[in-house]
């Protein structure tokens, strides 16, 4: 697996397990709902910026979005 089709599928997972959407997340974080789609799809690459803060947004730690066993169902 790639590493953006890793960040995006710890995204949406630690966003589902918070139970907020696409939307709430890019509200909290301050991006196009449209962006973190993209992001959790895999068709987009973040910034470093735009990595910390979607980690802020879900409440943790950026390098935890990066790890292949983290947020495993």
Known sequence: MSLIAL????IRRRR?????????LAFRAEMKR???SGIELGNRKPSVE???RLADALCVDPRSLLDPDRYMK
């Not at 960040?7 to 710890?10: I, Q, T, V, Y």
């Not at 589902?16 to 709430?24: C, D, H, K, M, V």
């Open 7 to 10: 960040l995006g599928r710890n």
């Open 50 to 52: 735009a990595l910390e």
């Open 34 to 36: 449209s962006y973190v």
């Open 16 to 24: 589902n397990a918070l139970g907020i959407s696409q939307e709430e």
